[in-house]
């Protein structure tokens, strides 16, 4: 063999090599790549959720690489679920940003279910309530996984304050209310007698420290155990059930290879059914930390309670009606029992 022959040989070798070689190489190079990203702290039942369903997507096989961040790293959660809408950040756990719809604000709606039983039936996995979310979403770009719970919502006041009302509207008058900047959680303080004053999650904490506001609303168990020391007493309205939207932008779903999405799909539906076993223990187990913290934790009466519900399914219930229309609160009439 010269050496002319022999070169010819050693590079036909190296190319084959080369090919043989190159599907591995691409196999290598496929995997997806999916961000998720979150506002709350380890302690939510977000982190958990997270977690749970990354290794829920590893036991899959799947091949898709989740770069997670939480805390709000990426920003709070109503940027987050504009991001996710943008597919800048494909998957996010957030609550219903309105200003995006106004029909999202039928996730804060008050006195639905009064107990987990009733809660997973309506909000859980295949609940009553994914239909109608999916539909509000799709015109958004995104996808629901699942509706993730996080409690029943009450109120708080500040470290300092001795009132605790507890008999609206009368008992609400003068005291600076803290709620989320949503449209129907404004309606609904102003109702039971509160001045609402609209602020974003990230300026709660200072803002009951130094007294710029007097009590929060739309707040669950865990949140109250996380700003405990600001807190004087949380009393347990439980007007709304809060729950959240774990989404994915619908177009980077659409646009995984068909296995690869069938198994991100399967991992997040054993993820949510892990965690609504779950959330009803981890809810009532950070109002037991809240107790033995000090915060003085308030029932309101039966009596109290009847009173509080008519005056929002008078008042709020009909404000609703008017942005999702009649078909949905009839629906919502039906689930709460109040036709």
């Known amino acids: 063999m010269n050496l ?5 040989t050693i590079l036909s070798t190296c190319v084959l090599s080369a090919t043989l070689a190159l599907p591995t190489i691409q196999t290598a190079q496929a995997a ?20 749970t369903f990354m290794d829920e997507l590893k036991k899959s096989g799947a091949d898709i690489e989740v770069d997670y ?25 957030s609550f219903g940003a309105s200003e995006y719809d ?16 009733q809660a ?12 109608v979310y999916n539909e509000i979403l799709n015109d958004l770009d995104l996808a629901v996984l699942g509706v993730i719970p996080t409690g029943f919502g009450s109120i708080a006041m500040r470290k300092g304050i001795e009132e605790v009302p507890t008999s609206f509207p009368q008992d609400g008058q003068g005291i600076k ?12 303080y102003k109702s039971f007698g509160f001045t609402p004053v609209p602020m974003p999650f990230s300026e709660l904490y200072t803002a009951l420290q130094l007294g710029t506001i ?84 308030v029932e309101l009466s039966p009596e109290d309670m009847a009173k509080a519900k008519e005056i929002l399914y008078s ?25």
């Open 102 to 117: 106004p029909r999202l604000d039928l996730s804060w709606l008050s006195y639905v279910v009064d107990d987990w039983k």
């Open 214 to 297: 007097d009590a929060r609303g739309t707040a669950p168990s865990v949140e109250i155990w996380q700003m405990r020391d600001v807190i004087e007493s949380y009393i347990l309205t439980k007007d709304y059930f809060e729950h959240a939207f774990w989404v994915v932008n619908k177009s980077w779903l659409e646009d995984l290879p068909e296995q690869e999405r069938t198994k991100l799909l399967a991992a997040a539906d054993t993820t949510m059914a892990k965690i609504w076993d779950e959330a009803q223990a981890i809810d009532e187990g950070f109002l037991n930390k809240v107790r033995g913290a000090g915060v003085k934790v």
């Open 69 to 93: 961040h939480p805390g709000g790293s990426l920003g709070d959660w109503a940027s987050l679920f504009e991001q996710s809408m943008e597919g800048v950040v494909p998957m996010t756990m």
């Open 32 to 51: 997806e790549e999916l961000m998720l990203a979150h506002a709350y702290p380890s302690d939510h039942i977000f982190h958990l959720t997270s977690t």
């Open 120 to 131: 997973r039936e309506v909000y859980g996995p295949n609940g009553k309530m994914t239909g």
């Open 4 to 8: 002319t022959t022999r070169a010819k």
């Open 177 to 188: 209310m803290r709620v989320p900047a949503i449209p129907i959680g404004i309606e609904r």
């Open 315 to 339: 008042k709020e219930w009909p404000y609703m009606e008017g942005i999702v229309g009649p078909e949905i609160m009839t629906m919502m009439r039906n689930i709460a029992g109040i036709n």
